[in-house]
T-cell receptor, first 112, second 115 residues
Framework: QKEVEQNSGPLSVPEGAIASLNCTYSDRGSQSFFWYRQYSGKSPELIMSIYSNGDKEDGRFTAQLNKASQYVSLLIRDSQPSDSATYLCAVYLETSGSRLTFGEGTQLTVNP | DGGITQSPKYLFRKEGQNVTLSCEQNLNHDAMYWYRQDPGQGLRLIYYSQIVNDFQKGDIAEGYSVSREKKESFPLTVTSAQKNPTAFYLC??????????????FGQGTRLTVV
C-alpha cells in the first residue's frame, strides 16, 4: 500500500461542474494535510491546508478530512478552465519522522 | 520578499560529473526538503532536514548528498553514482507550530539534464 494514494486520473469535467479529488493515507498518526496545484513545468502551489476533521472552505475550494477513515478530499465548485492542472495531496507522516509525502497527483481538465 | 530561491533554473551535466543545486530560504523555516519529479509523475522525497546539522534520507537518496550547515541553506549534490539524474528538482521548506507541521512552500525548481 502506498503511503499517500490519490484516485487515478485523468479527471475531466465540464466548465461550471464540481470536481472531486480524493486521497487516502496510511499513517494514523498524521495530523497535517495539504492540497497543492501544479501547472505543467511549474512548482506546486498551496491551495488548502486542513488539520481537523470536517470541512474547510476557501472560495470555490472545500477540503474534507476524515481521520478515522484516513481520507482527505478536495472539492472544486464552479470549475473553470484555469483550474486545469495536476492536484497533489500531501501528508506529514509523523511515524516516519515528519516526512512530507506526496501522492502521485490527479490531472484535472476542465472543458469549456 | 520572503521566499525560497533555487538556482540555477536549468542545469546541464555531463556523464560522470557531480553537480550541486542551490536552495536558500529567508522564511526562518526549520525544515527543508528536496524532491525529484519525473515527467507525469508525483514528487519523490530525496532528503529532508528538520534542524541545522541534521538530515535524513528520503525514499530515493542513493546517488545524492546534502548538507545543512545553516538554517537558510540546504544544497543538494547529484553525484556520478546517480545513473539517471535527468529530472525536475524541487526544494521546499516548512515550520512547526503548536506541534503541527505547517504548509510547505516551494522554490521555482531546477531542471537538470544529462548531456
Amino acid at each position: 500500500q502506498k503511503e499517500v494514494e490519490q484516485n487515478s486520473g485523468p479527471l475531466s469535467v465540464p466548465e461550471g461542474a464540481i470536481a472531486s479529488l480524493n486521497c487516502t493515507y496510511s499513517d494514523r498518526g498524521s495530523q497535517s494535510f495539504f492540497w497543492y496545484r501544479q501547472y505543467s513545468g511549474k512548482s506546486p502551489e498551496l491551495i488548502m491546508s486542513i488539520y481537523s476533521n470536517g470541512d474547510k472552505e476557501d472560495g470555490r475550494f472545500t477540503a474534507q478530512l476524515n481521520k478515522a477513515s484516513q481520507y482527505v478530499s478536495l472539492l472544486i465548485r464552479d470549475s473553470q478552465p484555469s483550474d486545469s492542472a495536476t492536484y497533489l495531496c500531501a501528508v506529514y507522516l509523523e511515524t516516519s519522522g515528519s516526512r512530507l509525502t506526496f501522492g502521485e497527483g490527479t490531472q484535472l481538465t476542465v472543458n469549456p | 520578499d520572503g521566499g525560497i530561491t533555487q538556482s540555477p533554473k536549468y542545469l546541464f551535466r555531463k556523464e560522470g560529473q557531480n553537480v550541486t543545486l542551490s536552495c536558500e530560504q529567508n522564511l526562518n523555516h526549520d525544515a527543508m526538503y528536496w524532491y525529484r519529479q519525473d515527467p507525469g509523475q508525483g514528487l519523490r522525497l530525496i532528503y529532508y532536514s528538520q534542524i541545522v546539522n541534521d538530515f535524513q534520507k528520503g525514499d530515493i537518496a542513493e546517488g545524492y548528498s546534502v548538507s545543512r550547515e545553516k538554517k537558510e541553506s540546504f544544497p543538494l549534490t547529484v553525484t556520478s553514482a546517480q545513473k539517471n539524474p535527468t529530472a525536475f528538482y524541487l526544494c521546499a521548506s516548512s515550520s512547526r507550530t503548536r506541534a503541527l507541521n505547517t504548509e510547505a512552500f516551494f522554490g521555482q525548481g531546477t531542471r537538470l539534464t544529462v548531456v
